[in-house]
């Protein structure tokens, strides 16, 4: 019998089923759907370490295609959206196509985007394979690529026909991997569930087999918020705790020529850390919890080098941020930990003194 907290989980328009379940749940809606084929969007990652776990569980008797891309954040673009739509355009893909995402955040983001915009919407699923897209990335939506080293910029918010999470991929994953997907977890307890937290906190070496419950909560609690702020008019907000200067320093990162690459849930931690530092000065955070906060994630992720000729760079980014309304920069801060506000506006010389904060730690 299934254990409760594995249950599947319905949003508005989407599901997601977890471990057992996924596959019998494929299978039975590929027999129903009536697709006139299937493609199947791997990286060159997922291609060699899940591809053939995902083939060997599929019982259908239609033509399936599988459409490639290099691996990694820096091929999330334009271009290699243009390499997908090309390929299904050439492998006769039409209206009544599926395509589905078998990957990372890169793959579920830019797959989904690519199928919600080619003959100007095609059904897809979302199979994710690391932590991050398992606990984020594949849930509520939201697809699409970054634009130069702007994170996210162009895409849509439309939701897969489900999502499939079988834990059994993280496996395959690095340790550095399970790290980055962990940090979203955390900000799920941070911004909604103090106790939450303090169970992550306790954890004391990332197991697939410890993470299949948490990762079920995770996706519980972001389901919630997505399914009554869908298109993040309010609530969704919450969820960017730690992405507004995170974003920014993943972004500067990512293409300046003597940094090395943050994976996302690094750069998120120490977006957490300045913004719950910003907290304890605007939003009510105590400083014990602030100490707390800065502790656990300084124990999980590396300390990252932030030099201060790095600082305006970083804070001239902000002004990219997708929650700005008239050209004002807005934090989601805490107010404590479980609970968050959003809009809240942070004067500059309080985004340097975060800097130094974090560096001085
Ligand atoms: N990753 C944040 C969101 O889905 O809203």
Redesign the pocket.
Known sequence: MKTPQMQSIKSKDSIVYFQEETYIQLNQYLLKANHSDVFILVDTNTHDNCLARFMGNLEIDIPIEVIEIEAGEINKNIETCSGVWNALSELGADRKSLLINLGGGVVTDLGGFVACTFKRGISYINVPTSLLAQV??SV?G?TGVDLGNLKNMVGVISESEMVLVDTSYLETLPANELRSGFAEMLKHGLITDANYWQRLNKIKELTTTDLADLIHESVVIKNKI?TVDPT?QNI?KY??FGHTLGHAIESHFLTHPKKTTLLHGEAIAVGMIVESFIANKLSGLTLPELNEVSQSLLTIYPKVIIEKEDYQPIIDLLIFDKKNVGGKVLFVLLKQIGEAVYNCEVPEELLIASLNYYNNL
Request: glycine share 12%; proline share 0%; aromatic share 0%.
């Open positions: 984020d990335a509520g939201k997505v993040e969704r969820l960017n």
